[in-house]
Nanobody, 124 residues
Framework: QVQLVESGGGLVQAGGSLRLSCAASGRTFSVNAMGWFRQAPGKEREFVAAISWGGARLYYADSVKGRFTISRENAKNTVYLQMNSLKSEDTAVYYC?????????????????WGQGTQVTVSS
């Protein structure tokens, strides 16, 4: 099993920045792709960003391209999401996900492991 713990969420004004972290523990040798998803109240969980083990493959949702950056430090078993120019529509619970696939997926159902989520609230 792999455990994922997110941190870094909070309340920020529109236009501000936050950096989310996700630390993996347990059978981390089985983890390749990692991703971030989010879920706003009353909405489906949606893809935000994903990264391959070596960082060569990066994927972003159109709604966050140019504002969010995903990165990882494999020595620390940690993935990050730098969020800049935040908008009120970015308000959601953000979830970290991990999978053994080499190619990151943008599909919720294709990830094996999930964190508990961290709340991001952007005030306008």
């Amino acid at each position: 099993q792999v455990q994922l713990v997110e941190s870094g969420g909070g309340l920020v004004q529109a236009g501000g920045s936050l950096r989310l972290s996700c630390a993996a523990s347990g059978r981390t040798f089985s983890v390749n792709a990692m991703g971030w998803f989010r879920q706003a109240p009353g909405k489906e969980r949606e893809f935000v960003a994903a990264i391959s083990w070596g960082g060569a493959r990066l994927y972003y949702a159109d709604s966050v391209k140019g504002r969010f950056t995903i990165s990882r430090e494999n020595a620390k078993n940690t993935v990050y999401l730098q969020m800049n120019s935040l908008k009120s529509e970015d308000t959601a619970v953000y979830y970290c996900a991990a999978d053994s696939r080499a190619t990151p997926s943008i599909v919720v159902g294709e990830y094996d492991y999930w964190g508990q989520g961290t709340q991001v609230t952007v005030s306008s």
